[in-house]
């Protein structure tokens, strides 16, 4: 049973170039979240998705972000327009139900820099 | 005031010593969980805590509830053990973890 794949594991962009990251989560799991880890910050909740659904995503910036966890294929974390600040690594977790406090398995990340 | 505390930030220690890191938090959890993150590398579950006390191999972690604090302790530590260790919490009735900023350990041989 593979773990949870992310791709790319490194992403360099220019500002005001678009960034996709994808998340496959682990085999029998339907939940997904993603977190950012800002350089030299503590890790920040983004957005929990389930199949073809976002189920919160109150910790997304109000802009340029969006995520989807489509019926088939990875959830994508997609950025348009990136800016510098952008710049951190972007982890995703799955779990396989839908209680709180279950484990979430995580990827190995996606780190992405904005030049 | 960050919802979840860890103490201390930094800890280096000697080979076979044994390590406590700390962990508070101020709101209502349904679960605590520790997170070790290698350096460059991805995040590992290592305990899912709602009561009690959990071990695995020379980790134990011990959750009170009544106080919202858990510790995570090392025994015999060993310079592999060098990482960070996150504390993160499960809020109450929601699927989202909140975490603390890590403990950085560095065990020199």
């Known amino acids: 049973n593979a773990g949870v794949m992310q791709n790319p594991r490194h992403l360099v962009r220019r500002r005001g170039q678009e960034a996709r990251l994808r998340c496959s989560p682990m085999?029998?799991?339907?939940?997904v979240y993603w977190y950012r880890q800002l350089p030299e910050e503590g890790l920040k909740f983004m957005v929990y998705l389930q199949k073809e659904n976002i189920i919160d995503e109150s910790g997304m910036p109000k802009e340029r972000f969006s995520a989807e966890f489509p019926k088939e294929g990875p959830s994508i974390l997609r950025i348009q327009q990136v800016v510098r600040g952008d710049s951190a690594a972007y982890f995703c977790?799955?779990?396989?139900?839908?209680?709180?406090?279950?484990?979430?398995?995580f990827g190995p990340g996606t780190r992405l820099l904005v030049l | 005031k960050n919802e979840v505390e860890q103490s201390p930030q930094n800890l280096t220690a000697q080979e076979g010593e044994f390590i406590t890191i700390n962990c508070s938090y101020s709101?209502?959890?349904?679960?605590l969980h520790w997170l070790q993150q290698h350096p460059g590398g991805g995040i590992v579950s290592l305990f899912m805590?709602?009561?009690g006390k959990k071990k695995h191999g020379r980790l134990i972690a011990t959750i009170n509830i009544q106080e919202k604090h858990s510790s995570l302790h090392i025994t015999a530590s060993h310079p592999r053990d060098s990482a960070v260790y996150i504390c993160a919490v499960s809020l109450y009735n929601t699927d989202k973890l909140i975490f603390g900023t890590g403990t950085r350990l560095q065990v020199f041989p």
């Open positions: 085999k029998g799991h339907s939940h």
């Open positions: 709101v209502g959890i349904s679960a």
């Open positions: 977790a799955s779990s396989p139900l839908r209680s709180p406090g279950e484990t979430q398995y």
């Open positions: 805590l709602s009561s």
